[in-house]
């Protein structure tokens, strides 16, 4: 399988690229790792900050693409 830029695909690569390089956006996602770290970890962490960008009408990066539990929970390595 071909590799988008390091990630698996054009999507998680957008999406991490807009996670970790807006402000709001990335200190919701190192809020929500460090309180999931001990139960639950990124797949937690990632299904929370999807719930909640699904409350306030955000289903897509500006760039159009779907914020999913996997794809945020990709740009979450790391953190």
């Known amino acids: 399988m071909a590799e988008y830029n390091g990630h698996k695909n054009w999507n998680h690569w957008n999406v991490s690229l807009w996670i970790n390089n807006d402000e709001g956006l990335y200190r919701m996602a190192c809020g929500l790792v460090r309180c999931y770290r001990k139960c639950g970890g990124r797949v937690k962490a990632a299904e929370a900050m ?15 693409a779907p914020y999913t539990v996997t794809s945020i929970r990709a740009a979450m390595r790391g953190m």
Do not use: C, I, Q, R
Request: no cysteine; charged share 25%.
């Open 50 to 64: 999807l719930e909640t960008l699904n409350d306030v009408g955000t289903t897509k990066t500006p760039d159009g």
